[in-house]
C-alpha cells in the first residue's frame, strides 16, 4: 500500500460519513466533505489527525468565465471550456470552499473541499479551529463572497473598505482587457504557404 | 551702572509680561513655557545682583528640571488645551486683592528702603558658598537630604497606580 | 543586563577594518560597468529580419508590442521563381512603459528579429518617449551582445540564437 | 483614567492569554478601518497611531493601526492590501509561459524560488518531467535566491534595530548573489528562467567557478554577521524573549519557514515534502532553535544562510551534465486536472493549488504565498509589547508585502 | 589678551571674538559633519559617501544641503501650536550656541572665562530639553510627541551622569572654570611626573567613560537614539519639521555634538594644551590642538553610532539609573576619598 | 542699581503669583502660581545677599530651590492621583467631588 | 563695567547673535523659498493615512523619571560647590557628603525595589 | 511671493545666485525613505548597496517624513489602496519637490496593467519629472534617471514662469 492509499485509508475512516468522494490528484489527496460537517472536519483533522498546521482557505468558482475570448482571436487570454465541468472529487455546483491542512509532525496533508450554495453561499468559519483561518476567510469572502458563519469580524482585507464585487468570481469582468484594443490583431493577411502561415493558423485554432 | 540698568529693565518687563501670561492664559502649555520665561528672566536679575552660581542652579533646576515635570505633569494629565475656561469664579475679587497686595507692599518697601543702592564689587565666588554651606549650614543641608528622599518616596508612592 | 564586552568590541573592530579596507563602490555616471551578456536591458529589433508575424505581439503579457505592416511583391529571389510577396512593417512600437521585460517576444520570434540587449540608460523625462519606435530599436540593434559560451557539461544547443 | 486602573493587557505568556485573538478590542478600530475619516473618539487615555502604509518599519506598505498605553501595544491590527495585485484574477487570463513570467513578482526578493512550484505543478499535470541538469540548475538558482534573500535580511534587521552598517552589508555581498542569477537568467530579479518542463537557457561560461567565489564571500559574510549583529550584546538585549512564537500556535497560523523552525518545530519541506528538485539528492542539515524569538529567528536564517552557501557548493560538485529541456510542445497545454505543489521558498512554505481544464491557460491557481501567514499571526505578537519590539518583531518575522498581498 | 588686544578695547576684542566663534561654529559643524559623519560613516560601510557635490569629494554636500533647505518651503501644519512650533528649534539652536561660550581654544582665546564654566555649559545644554519637548508638543502629531517625550525623558536621564561624571574633573582641578581646568591638566603631573601634564583621562578614565557614553546619549546618537529611531518614529520630535526650521534642529545637533566633543577634549584630553608649548605660540596653535582632540573625540562617538544596535527605552533608562548613576557617584566618592586622604 | 528695583519687581511677581493661586483651577497651573511666588521670594533674598554682601541669602536660595524641586514633585504627584480618581486636574471638581 | 559682567554681556552677544542668525536665515530663505500654500499641505504627517486626532497619553513612567532626575539634580547641585573646594573642606564636610549621597541613593534604591526603574 | 517672483533673479547679476541655488538643490536631494514593491528593492540597491551608493551624487536617503524630503521616488506597483495615500504624502512635501516615476508598474501599470487593483501609472496622480523604464530597472537606471534629473534642476530658472510652473505641484487629474 502506497503512502497515499495510507493516509487515504486513515482520512476517511478518521471523518467518516462526512466525506461524500474523495480523489487523487497529482500525489495529492482531495476529499469532498458535507458542507454541514465543514467545521467538524476541520476539528477531526487536527485533533485526531494530527494536522496542525493551515496552509489556506480559498474557493473556487467553476463557472466559465464569459469574459474570456471577447475578442476575436485573442491568443493572449487562454481558450477555456465553454461548459461547467469539476476537478477532483467533483462538486455540486459552481462554488466550492476548499482548504488544505498539513502536519508538521507527521509530514501528511490533504486538501478537503465543500459545496456550498450558488445564490446565497455560507460556510462555516474554522477560525476557532484554526487561528490562522481568519484571514483567509476574509480574503475568501472578499474574493468570492462566501460568508463564513461565525467569522468575528468580515470585512474587506486587501481591497478599500468602497469597493464592490467579489473580482475573483468568473464574471467579474478585467475592464482593462476590454477596453484596451488587442495589439496581436492584424489586418496583414498571412502569405499562402509560408511558415507564418501556418503558426497563426495554430493560433487560430486554438484559440 | 546704566547698562546694568537697562538690562534690568528690559529683564524686568519680560518677566512681568510673561507672569501674567502664565496666570492669564488659556493653555497650560503655554503657561508652562511662560514661566520658562519668567524663570529665566529671575536668572538673569541673579546675574545682575553677582549671584552666578546660584543664577545657572535656577537654570539647571528650575528651568531644565522642575519645568520638565510640569510639562510632564501636563501631558500626563492631558489637561485641556482649548480655550476652556481653566480659571474660577474669583478673577474679580482676586484681582483686586492682588493689585491692592502690590499696591501696599510698594509703598511699604519704597517707605523702608527708598534709594538704597545695590554695589556690587565681586562676584560671589562659589568656593566661598561652598564653605559657607558645609560650614555653617550642614544642617540644613544634611535635613534637605532627608526631605528630597521623603519627598522621592512620597511622589512615587503617590504617582504609582499600585 | 550583563554586558560582556567581546561582542561590542569585536562589533568596532569589524567596521574599523572595512573602513581601512577601502570602498567597493563603482562610481556609476564617471565609469561604468558592464552587465552580463544576459542582462534583459532594452529589446532591440532587427527590422530585416521581421516579418511582421505578430507572434511577438500575441505572445506578450503586457499587449505592448504594436505592430502594423503591409504586404508587398518583390522579385523572386532566384531565377525563374516566383515572385514573393513579402510583409513590410509600417510600425513597430514597444512601450518600454508598460513592458514588463519577460523576454516572452523575443523567445517566440521565429525569424531572430528581437534581441536583448543589457543597455539600461532611456530614462525619460516624458512618458511618451518610452514607447520606442522601429528606429529606435533598430539603434539598439548595435548594442547586442555576442552569445557567450555555455558552461561545461551543456547540451550542445539545437538552434543558436545570435 | 481608564485604561492605566484596567489589569494590563495580556502578554503573550501570562496564563489568560486565548489562543484565538479576542475580537473585544477590535470595534473601535473596525470603524476606523470602516471609514479612516471618522475620527475615532477616544474614550480612554489610549492612543492610536497608525504606523504605515508608509513607515520604514513596515518595509513598504504594511500598514499597522495601533493602539498604544503609553509605549505599550495594546492592540494591533495589520491592514494588508496595499500591494494587491490581484494575482489570482491575472493568472486566470493568461497562458502558462505568461503565468510563469508573472508570479516571480510575488515574492519579488526570491523570485526564481516563485517560479519553482507553479511550473513544477504544471509539469505533475503534464506528467513530464524536466532532466536532471536543469532540476540541479533549478535548485541551484532556488538557494542562490535563498541566499540573496537572507543576505538582505541578515542585514535589514540590523538596520531595523537602529545598526546602519549592517544592512549596506548585507547589500554588498548580495550584489554578488545577484550578479550570479543575473549573469545565468539576464534578470536581476525577475529571472522568468523557468520554462515548463526545463530552463530557457543552459548556464554560461564560467558560471560554475564565479559561484564557488562567491559562495566563499557569503560564507565570510555570515561570519561577519554573526560577530557584528547576532554576537553584539545589545542586539540581543533587544532580540531575546522579543517576539515569541510558539511553535504549535504558529503552526496553526500557518506560519512556516524559518520562523517556525525558530520555534523549535523541525519541518522543512526540502526534506520532509514531496521530493522536489534536486533536494533528495543532497547533504544538509536542517536547523531549528526553542526559543521562538526574534533572536531565534535570526539566528535560524543565519545558520541557513550558511547551509544553503554548502548546498550550492554541492550541487556544484555534483551537477550532471546533459540536455536542460524536456520535450514539450511549442504551445503549451496541461491537460485538465489539479496539482497542489508546495515548496520551501525564503520566507517559508509557498504552494500553488492549479486547476487545470486542459487550456493554455490554468482555470484556477490558488497561491498559498508564506508571508500572508506568517503575517496573519501578527495582532497575536503585538499584544502587549512595546513599540520599539514592534519593529524588531515585524523586522524578524521578514515578510514581503508582495508576497503578503499577492 | 596680552599680545593682541593691548590697545584694542575689550568691545572690539569682544565683537572680533563673537565673530570667530559665529564663524568656526558652523565651520566646525561641518568639517565635522563632512568628515566623520560622511565620509568616515560610508568607508565604515565600505562606500565612498558623497562624492560629486562640489567636484572634490563631496565637500559641497553640507553648503549644499544648507543651501537647499533655504530655498524649502516652510510648512506648519494647521493643527499645530504655531508659535510654539516656530519657536522650538530656535531654542535648540540658542543652547548649542551658548555652549560655545565658555570653550577655551587658547590660554586668552575665550569668549567668556567663567568662574562656573562647566556647570554653565551643562546648564545651558539642558536647555534643549524645552525645545525639544516644545517640537513634539506643538506639532500635534502623535510620533513627534512620543519622540519628544523619549527624547525629553533620554535628556534629564542622561544629564545625570553627564554632571556626575564631570565632578571628578572638578574635584581634581579645584575649580569649575573651564580655563582652571586646562591649565590644571597642563600644569600637572603624573606621579610627579611633568611630560605631558596630567590630562585627566588617565585618573578620571571612569569619567571619561561615563561622560561619553552619557553624551552619546545627551546627542541622541546610536546606540541611544530611540528617539529619532528612525524605524519608528519616523523622525521623532522633528516629524513635522520641513525647511529651515529643520535645519536648525540639523544645525543644533551637529553643533551640540561639536560642543560635547569639545568638552570632552578640554575637560579630560587638555583643551588646548600641547605639553611643552606655551606663551604665543599656545595661543596660535590652541585652536588647532583642541580641534584635533575634538576631531578625536568624535571619531569615537560616530564610530560608536555607526557600529551598534540601538537600546530599547527601558533599557536605555536602566542603563542610565542603575549603572551609570551609581559608578558616578561611586566614582565621585572614591575620588574624594583620595583627594582629601593624600 | 538700586535695591528696591529688585524688590518691587519682587512684590509684582508675587502678587500675580497670588492671583494666579486665587483665579487657577487647574491644579498644575495652580502649582506653577506657587513657582512664581517663591521665585519672587528668591528675588527678594539675592537682592539683600547682594545689598548685604552676605551669602546667606544665596544659600537661602539653594535651599528653597532645592525646597521647590520637592515641592513640584509632590504636588504633581497629588494632582496625578486627583486626576487619577476624578479624571480631571480640575481643583474645584475635585473639592466638589469629595463634598 | 568689571570683568564678571562683560563675561555676562559676551553670552549675551552670543544669545543675541543666535537669534540673529536664525532671523536673518529665516528672512534670506523667505526670499528665495516658495509659498504655495495647500490645504493638504498643512495635514498632519501619519504614515500617509489621514490622521486620526485625539491627543495622546504619555506614560507615568515617565513622570517617575522625571521626578527621579529633579532630585539627582538637586543634589548634584551641591556636590559641585563642594567639590572645587575639597581640600579646604577637608574630611567633615567629605563626610556629611558622603552621608548625603548615600541618602538619595537611598532614594534611588527604593525607586529600584519598588520596581519603578522597570518597566511594566 | 519673495526674491524669486520678484523678477529681480532673472537680471544677469544674478545669475550665479541662481546657478549656486539650483546647485545646490541639485545635489541635496534629499529622498523620501519608501519602497512600494520589487522596484524598491532596487532602489534600495541604489542607495545602500555600496556598489551603486547613490549618495555620491547627493542623493540622501535621510528623511523617513516627507516634510524634510525634496525626491520621492515611486518604486513600484502602486494600487488603487495606496493611491490616496501617496497623494497624502506627495501633498505634504513642502515645496519645490521632485517626483521620479521608477518602473513600470509606476509608469503604467506594467504586468498589472489589466489588474481590477492597481493604478495605471502614477502620472494619473502625481506631476512625474522622470520616467525609468525596467522592470525592475537596474541601480544604474535610477541613478542615471537622477542624473537626468539634476540637469534638469540645473537648468530650472527660479524665476516667476518657471518656478511657477516648476514648483505649482497641481496634480494632472486624469480621470
Ligand atoms: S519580431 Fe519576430 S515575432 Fe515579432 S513580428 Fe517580427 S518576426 Fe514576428
Ligand atoms: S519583454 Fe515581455 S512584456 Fe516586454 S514586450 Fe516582450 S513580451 Fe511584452
Ligand atoms: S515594475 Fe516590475 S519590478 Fe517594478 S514593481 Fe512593478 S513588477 Fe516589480
Given at each position: 500500500m502506497s503512502d497515499l492509499e495510507v493516509l487515504t485509508t486513515r482520512v476517511t475512516e478518521a471523518l467518516g460519513d462526512a466525506v461524500i468522494e474523495h480523489a487523487e490528484a497529482c500525489g495529492n489527496l482531495v476529499l469532498r466533505v458535507r458542507l454541514d460537517s465543514w467545521r467538524s472536519v476541520a476539528e477531526t483533522a487536527r485533533?485526531?489527525?494530527?494536522?496542525?498546521?493551515?496552509s489556506f482557505i480559498s474557493g473556487i468558482d467553476?463557472?466559465?468565465?464569459?469574459?474570456?475570448?471577447?475578442?476575436?482571436?485573442?491568443?493572449?487570454t487562454p481558450a477555456q471550456p465553454k461548459e461547467m465541468t469539476f476537478g477532483?472529487?467533483?462538486?455540486?455546483?459552481?462554488f466550492q470552499v476548499f482548504a488544505h491542512v498539513q502536519s508538521t509532525v507527521q509530514h501528511i496533508g490533504f486538501t478537503i473541499k465543500a459545496d456550498v450554495d450558488e445564490a446565497a453561499p455560507h460556510c462555516d468559519s474554522w477560525v476557532s479551529v484554526y487561528p490562522g483561518a481568519d484571514w483567509h476567510e476574509r480574503e475568501c469572502w472578499e474574493m468570492y463572497g462566501v460568508v463564513f458563519d461565525g467569522h468575528p469580524s468580515l470585512r474587506?482585507?486587501?481591497?478599500?473598505?468602497?469597493f464592490e464585487g467579489?473580482?475573483?468570481?468568473?464574471?467579474?469582468?478585467?475592464l482593462a482587457r476590454e477596453v484596451k484594443?488587442?495589439?496581436?490583431?492584424?489586418?496583414v493577411e498571412p502569405m499562402p504557404g509560408s511558415e507564418s502561415d501556418e503558426e497563426t493558423k495554430d493560433e487560430a485554432v486554438e484559440a | 551702572m546704566v547698562a546694568q540698568n537697562v538690562a534690568f529693565w528690559i529683564i524686568a518687563i519680560a518677566m512681568v509680561l510673561s507672569a501674567i501670561g502664565v496666570v492669564r492664559t488659556s493653555n497650560v502649555v503655554h503657561a508652562a513655557l511662560y514661566l520658562v520665561i519668567v524663570l529665566a528672566g529671575a536668572a538673569a536679575q541673579y546675574i545682575l545682583l553677582a549671584a552666578e552660581f546660584v543664577a545657572w542652579v535656577q537654570v539647571l533646576?528650575?528651568?531644565?528640571?522642575v519645568v520638565i515635570l510640569f510639562l510632564f505633569g501636563i501631558m500626563l494629565t492631558r489637561?485641556?488645551?482649548?480655550?476652556?475656561?481653566?480659571?474660577?469664579?474669583q478673577r474679580m475679587p482676586a484681582f483686586v486683592a492682588s493689585l491692592a497686595l502690590v499696591g501696599t507692599l510698594t509703598a511699604l518697601l519704597v517707605d523702608a528702603f527708598g534709594n538704597s543702592k545695590v554695589v556690587i564689587d565681586a562676584p560671589t565666588k562659589t568656593s566661598v558658598l561652598s564653605s559657607d554651606i558645609f560650614r555653617l549650614y550642614i544642617v540644613p543641608f544634611e535635613a534637605v537630604s532627608i526631605l528630597l528622599l521623603a519627598a522621592l518616596v512620597g511622589a512615587i508612592v503617590l504617582a504609582r497606580r499600585d | 543586563m550583563a554586558f560582556k564586552l567581546p561582542g561590542l568590541i569585536g562589533g568596532l573592530g569589524i567596521t574599523f577594518k572595512t573602513m581601512l579596507q577601502g570602498a567597493v563602490t563603482v562610481q556609476y555616471p564617471h565609469e561604468k560597468e558592464q552587465p552580463p551578456?544576459?542582462?534583459?536591458?532594452v529589446i532591440a529589433l532587427h527590422e530585416d529580419n521581421?516579418?511582421?508575424?505578430m507572434l511577438c505581439s500575441r505572445a506578450c503579457p503586457d499587449w505592448c508590442i504594436y505592430i502594423e505592416g503591409h504586404k508587398e511583391e518583390r522579385p523572386?529571389?532566384?531565377?525563374?521563381g516566383r515572385p514573393r510577396a513579402v510583409n513590410l512593417l509600417d510600425r513597430f512600437d514597444i512601450d518600454y512603459a508598460l513592458?514588463?521585460?519577460?523576454?516572452i517576444c523575443v523567445e517566440v520570434?521565429?525569424?531572430?528579429a528581437l534581441f536583448w540587449s543589457p543597455?539600461?540608460?532611456?530614462?525619460?523625462?516624458?512618458?511618451?518617449?518610452?514607447?520606442?519606435n522601429k528606429d529606435r530599436l533598430g539603434e539598439w540593434f548595435h548594442t547586442v551582445p555576442e552569445v557567450e559560451p555555455l558552461e561545461?557539461?551543456?547540451?550542445?544547443?539545437a538552434k543558436a540564437k545570435k | 483614567m481608564s485604561s492605566t486602573e484596567q489589569p494590563v493587557t495580556p502578554t503573550?505568556?501570562?496564563?489568560?492569554?486565548?489562543?484565538v485573538p479576542d475580537f473585544e478590542v477590535a470595534p473601535g478600530m473596525q470603524r476606523h478601518l470602516a471609514d479612516?475619516?471618522?475620527?475615532?473618539?477616544?474614550?480612554?487615555?489610549d492612543m492610536i497611531i497608525n504606523l504605515?502604509?508608509?513607515?520604514?518599519?513596515?518595509?513598504?506598505t504594511l500598514r499597522l493601526v495601533v493602539r498604544l498605553d503609553g509605549e505599550r501595544v495594546i492592540a494591533a491590527d495589520p491592514v494588508i492590501g496595499?500591494?494587491?495585485?490581484?494575482y489570482e484574477k491575472l493568472t486566470e487570463f493568461r497562458t502558462y509561459p505568461q503565468v510563469t513570467t508573472l508570479?516571480?513578482?510575488?515574492?519579488?526578493?526570491?523570485s526564481f524560488a516563485n517560479e519553482v512550484p507553479f511550473v513544477h505543478a504544471a509539469e505533475q499535470l503534464m506528467e513530464i518531467e524536466a532532466p536532471p541538469r536543469a532540476q540541479y540548475i533549478r535548485t541551484a538558482l532556488t538557494e542562490l535566491s535563498r541566499i540573496a534573500t537572507f543576505l538582505l535580511f541578515l542585514g535589514e534587521m540590523g538596520l531595523q534595530v537602529g545598526a546602519l552598517t549592517p544592512a549596506f552589508y548585507g547589500f554588498r555581498d548580495r550584489e554578488h548573489v545577484l550578479n550570479l542569477i543575473e549573469s545565468a537568467t539576464?534578470?536581476?530579479?525577475?529571472?522568468?528562467?523557468?520554462?515548463?518542463?526545463?530552463?530557457k537557457d543552459d548556464l554560461p561560461w564560467g558560471w560554475i567557478a564565479e559561484t564557488r567565489n562567491v559562495m566563499k564571500i557569503v560564507l565570510d559574510a555570515c561570519d561577519v554577521f554573526e560577530d557584528?549583529?547576532?554576537?553584539?550584546e545589545i542586539f540581543q538585549a533587544r532580540t531575546r524573549?522579543?517576539?515569541?512564537?510558539?511553535g504549535e500556535l504558529g503552526a496553526s497560523y500557518g506560519v512556516s519557514g524559518s520562523n517556525l523552525r525558530a520555534s523549535?518545530?523541525?519541518?522543512d519541506l526540502r526534506r520532509d515534502?514531496?521530493?522536489?528538485?534536486?533536494y533528495p539528492e543532497l547533504d544538509f542539515e536542517v536547523f531549528t532553535h526553542p526559543d521562538g524569538d526574534s533572536f531565534a529567528r535570526y539566528w535560524v536564517r543565519l545558520q541557513e544562510t550558511r547551509e544553503s552557501a554548502r548546498m550550492v557548493l554541492q550541487l556544484l560538485d555534483k551537477m550532471p551534465s546533459g540536455p536542460?529541456?524536456?520535450?514539450?510542445?511549442?504551445i503549451i497545454k496541461v491537460p485538465a486536472g489539479e496539482s497542489w505543489v508546495e515548496t520551501e521558498n525564503p520566507l517559508g512554505q509557498m504552494g500553488y493549488y492549479v486547476v487545470s481544464k486542459?487550456?493554455?491557460?490554468?482555470?484556477r491557481v490558488k497561491i498559498r504565498s508564506a508571508s500572508f501567514s506568517n503575517v496573519s499571526i501578527l495582532p497575536w505578537m503585538l499584544r502587549g509589547v512595546y513599540v520599539p519590539d514592534v519593529v524588531t518583531i515585524l523586522a524578524s518575522l521578514y515578510f514581503i508585502l508582495g508576497d503578503i498581498d499577492r | 589678551m596680552s599680545v593682541l588686544a593691548l590697545e584694542i578695547g575689550w568691545g572690539w576684542m569682544l565683537a572680533f571674538k563673537a565673530l570667530v566663534i559665529l564663524l568656526i561654529v558652523p565651520l566646525g559643524a561641518l568639517v565635522l559633519g563632512y568628515t566623520f559623519l560622511l565620509k568616515m560613516m560610508s568607508h565604515m560601510q565600505s562606500r565612498l559617501g558623497p562624492m560629486d557635490p562640489g567636484g572634490f569629494?563631496?565637500?559641497?554636500q553640507l553648503v549644499g544641503d544648507g543651501l537647499k533647505f533655504l530655498q524649502k518651503e516652510d510648512i506648519i501644519p494647521e493643527d499645530a501650536d504655531r508659535r510654539v512650533f516656530a519657536f522650538a528649534p530656535v531654542i535648540v539652536v540658542i543652547s548649542t550656541f551658548l555652549m560655545?561660550?565658555?570653550?577655551?581654544?587658547g590660554p586668552v582665546a575665550v569668549v567668556a572665562n567663567l568662574d562656573v564654566g562647566v556647570f554653565y555649559a551643562l546648564a545651558v545644554s539642558s536647555l534643549s530639553v524645552i525645545g525639544v519637548l516644545m517640537a513634539g508638543w506643538s506639532s500635534a502629531n502623535k510620533f513627534a510627541l512620543m519622540g519628544a517625550l523619549r527624547a525629553a525623558g533620554q535628556l534629564i536621564a542622561y544629564e545625570l551622569p553627564l554632571l556626575l561624571a564631570v565632578v571628578g574633573v572638578v574635584m581634581q582641578a579645584g575649580t569649575m572654570s573651564l580655563q582652571g581646568i586646562v591649565s590644571a591638566q597642563q600644569n600637572g603631573s603624573i606621579f610627579g611626573w611633568s611630560?605631558?601634564?596630567?590630562?585627566?583621562?588617565?585618573?578620571?578614565i571612569i569619567g571619561f567613560l561615563l561622560f561619553m557614553i552619557a553624551a552619546q546619549a545627551e546627542l541622541s546618537q546610536?546606540?541611544?537614539d530611540m528617539p529619532v529611531a528612525e524605524s519608528e518614529?519616523?523622525?521623532?520630535?522633528?516629524?513635522e519639521y520641513s525647511g529651515f526650521r529643520f535645519l536648525f534642529f540639523f544645525i543644533g545637533e551637529f553643533g551640540t555634538a561639536t560642543a560635547f566633543a569639545a568638552l570632552a577634549a578640554t575637560l579630560f584630553?587638555?583643551?588646548w594644551s600641547l605639553p611643552g608649548v606655551h606663551g604665543l605660540s599656545a595661543e596660535l596653535l590652541g585652536p588647532l590642538v583642541l580641534f584635533v582632540k575634538l576631531m578625536g573625540v568624535a571619531f569615537l562617538m560616530f564610530w560608536v553610532r555607526f557600529t551598534y544596535p540601538r537600546l530599547r527605552e527601558d533599557q536605555l533608562q536602566a542603563i542610565a539609573w542603575k549603572f551609570l548613576i551609581p559608578i558616578a557617584l561611586a566614582n565621585i566618592i572614591v575620588t574624594a576619598i583620595i583627594k582629601v586622604a593624600f | 542699581m538700586i535695591l528696591n528695583q529688585f524688590l518691587i519687581l519682587a512684590a509684582v511677581l508675587f502678587c500675580i503669583g497670588i492671583y494666579g493661586v486665587l483665579v487657577r483651577r487647574n491644579g498644575v497651573l495652580v502649582l506653577m502660581s506657587i513657582e512664581l511666588m517663591l521665585n519672587a521670594v528668591n528675588l527678594n533674598l539675592i537682592a539683600f545677599s547682594a545689598y548685604l554682601k552676605d551669602t546667606s541669602g544665596q544659600i537661602f536660595v539653594l535651599f528653597v530651590i532645592t525646597i521647590a524641586a520637592a515641592e513640584v514633585g509632590v504636588g504633581l504627584a497629588i494632582i496625578l492621583l486627583l486626576f487619577r480618581n476624578f479624571?480631571?486636574?480640575?481643583l474645584d471638581q475635585a473639592q466638589q467631588l469629595k463634598g | 563695567m568689571t570683568q564678571f559682567y562683560r563675561n555676562y554681556l559676551a553670552v549675551a552677544v552670543f544669545a543675541v547673535a543666535a537669534l540673529g542668525m536664525v532671523g536673518a536665515m529665516l528672512g534670506v530663505g523667505r526670499l528665495v523659498r516658495p509659498n504655495r500654500p495647500q490645504p493638504e499641505k498643512y495635514i498632519a504627517y501619519e504614515a500617509g493615512s489621514d490622521p486620526i486626532r485625539g491627543f495622546g497619553q504619555s506614560n507615568v513612567r515617565y513622570y517617575v523619571y522625571a521626578l527621579l532626575f529633579v532630585m539627582f539634580d538637586v543634589e548634584a547641585v551641591f556636590i559641585f560647590p563642594w567639590a572645587i573646594n575639597l581640600e579646604a573642606l577637608g574630611v567633615s564636610a567629605l563626610i556629611s557628603m558622603i552621608v548625603f549621597i548615600l541618602v538619595l541613593t537611598l532614594g534611588l534604591v527604593y525607586a529600584w525595589r519598588k520596581g519603578v526603574l522597570r518597566w511594566a | 511671493m519673495g526674491l524669486a517672483d520678484?523678477?529681480?533673479?532673472?537680471?544677469?547679476?544674478a545669475k550665479p545666485l541662481t546657478w549656486l541655488l539650483n546647485y545646490s538643490r541639485k545635489y541635496s536631494?534629499?529622498?523620501?525613505q519608501w519602497g512600494l514593491a520589487c522596484c524598491a528593492i532596487e532602489m534600495g540597491a541604489a542607495l545602500a548597496s555600496p556598489r551603486y551608493d547613490?549618495?555620491?551624487?547627493?542623493?540622501?536617503?535621510?528623511?523617513?517624513?516627507?516634510?524634510?524630503?525634496d525626491l520621492i521616488v515611486i518604486s513600484g506597483t502602486v494600487t488603487d489602496k495606496m493611491a490616496p495615500a501617496i497623494r497624502r504624502l506627495y501633498e505634504q512635501m513642502p515645496d519645490p519637490k521632485y517626483v521620479i516615476s521608477m518602473g513600470s508598474c509606476a509608469n503604467?501599470?506594467?504586468?498589472?496593467?489589466?489588474?481590477?487593483?492597481?493604478?495605471?501609472?502614477i502620472d494619473q496622480i502625481l506631476p512625474v519629472d522622470v520616467y525609468v523604464p525596467g522592470c525592475p530597472p537596474r541601480p544604474e537606471a535610477l541613478i542615471q534617471a537622477v542624473v537626468m534629473l539634476q540637469e534638469q534642476i540645473q537648468n530650472e530658472g527660479i524665476g516667476n514662469d518657471d518656478m511657477r510652473k516648476r514648483w505649482n505641484g497641481e496634480p494632472i487629474n486624469v480621470v
Open positions: 485533533n485526531t489527525l494530527g494536522c496542525n498546521y493551515l467553476w463557472m466559465p468565465a464569459p469574459t474570456v475570448g471577447l475578442i476575436e482571436g485573442d491568443t493572449s477532483a472529487a467533483g462538486s455540486a455546483g459552481r474587506h482585507l486587501y481591497l478599500p473598505a468602497e467579489h473580482p475573483l468570481r468568473k464574471d467579474f469582468p478585467l484594443p488587442w495589439p496581436g490583431l492584424t489586418d | 533646576i528650575y528651568i531644565g528640571a489637561s485641556p488645551m482649548g480655550d476652556l475656561d481653566l480659571d474660577n469664579s | 551578456a544576459r542582462s534583459r536591458g521581421c516579418t511582421s508575424c523572386a529571389r532566384r531565377e525563374g513592458c514588463m521585460y519577460c523576454g520570434c521565429p525569424f531572430d543597455e539600461y540608460e532611456y530614462s525619460e523625462p516624458n512618458i511618451a518617449s518610452l514607447l520606442h561545461v557539461g551543456a547540451a550542445p544547443v | 503573550n505568556d501570562s496564563p489568560d492569554f486565548k489562543a479612516a475619516r471618522v475620527n475615532v473618539e477616544l474614550d480612554t487615555g504605515g502604509p508608509q513607515h520604514p518599519a513596515t518595509h513598504g496595499y500591494m494587491h495585485r490581484g508570479i516571480n513578482r510575488i515574492d519579488w526578493l526570491s539576464g534578470g536581476r530579479f525577475h529571472p522568468n528562467f523557468n520554462r515548463i518542463g526545463g530552463l557584528l549583529v547576532l554576537g553584539n524573549s522579543v517576539g515569541i512564537i510558539p523549535g518545530v523541525d519541518w515534502g514531496a521530493p522536489y528538485l534536486a536542460i529541456m524536456a520535450k514539450v510542445a511549442r486542459g487550456g493554455t491557460g490554468p482555470f | 569629494h563631496g565637500w559641497f560655545f561660550v565658555v570653550i577655551p581654544i611630560g605631558i601634564g596630567n590630562p585627566f583621562i588617565f585618573t578620571q546610536t546606540p541611544f518614529l519616523v523622525a521623532g520630535y522633528m516629524v584630553l587638555g583643551g | 479624571r480631571s486636574p480640575d | - | 520678484s523678477g529681480m533673479l532673472q537680471k544677469p547679476v536631494l534629499w529622498m523620501f547613490m549618495m555620491r551624487i547627493g542623493v540622501i536617503p535621510f528623511p523617513a517624513s516627507p516634510r524634510q524630503a503604467c501599470g506594467g504586468p498589472y496593467w489589466d489588474s481590477y487593483s492597481v493604478t495605471k501609472g
